[in-house]
Nanobody, 122 residues
Framework: QVQLVESGGGSVQAGGSLRLSCAAS???????MGWFRQTPGKEREGVAA???????SYADSVKGRFTISKDNAKSTLYLQMNSLKPEDTSMYYC?????????????????WGQGTQVTVSS
């Protein structure tokens, strides 16, 4: 089992930045961790993922603007979001996926938190 608690969402103007945090507890070492977003009426979209040795992958829509990282000592996952666009508006969820050795590019979500809302105005 794993518990995930997101924070850091908010409202920002286009071009601005936000940093999301996800405090993790339970079983998450050795697993893919990442972020997905979901907007009502749209499909869930995997945004970024990181494996247990720090290799990262990103959705094309956020590449070059978002950076995923983690601090193992603090048991915290981060998503730095720069150059935000109105289309980034969504609920963002931290997730734990499959074991890292299986690969993290397929954005498989096994556990996730309650989400944090990001709103970008034009």
């Amino acid at each position: 089992q794993v518990q995930l608690v997101e924070s850091g969402g908010g409202s920002v103007q286009a071009g601005g930045s936000l940093r999301l945090s996800c405090a993790a507890s339970g079983t998450y070492r050795g697993y893919c961790m990442g972020w997905f977003r979901q907007t009502p009426g749209k499909e869930r979209e995997g945004v970024a993922a990181i494996d247990d040795v720090g290799r990262t992958s990103y959705a094309d829509s956020v590449k070059g603007r978002f950076t995923i990282s983690k601090d193992n000592a603090k048991s915290t996952l981060y998503l730095q979001m720069n150059s935000l666009k109105p289309e980034d508006t969504s609920m963002y969820y931290c997730y734990r996926g499959v074991a890292s050795w299986l690969g993290c590019r397929n954005y498989e979500y096994n556990y996730w938190g309650q989400g944090t809302q990001v709103t970008v105005s034009s």
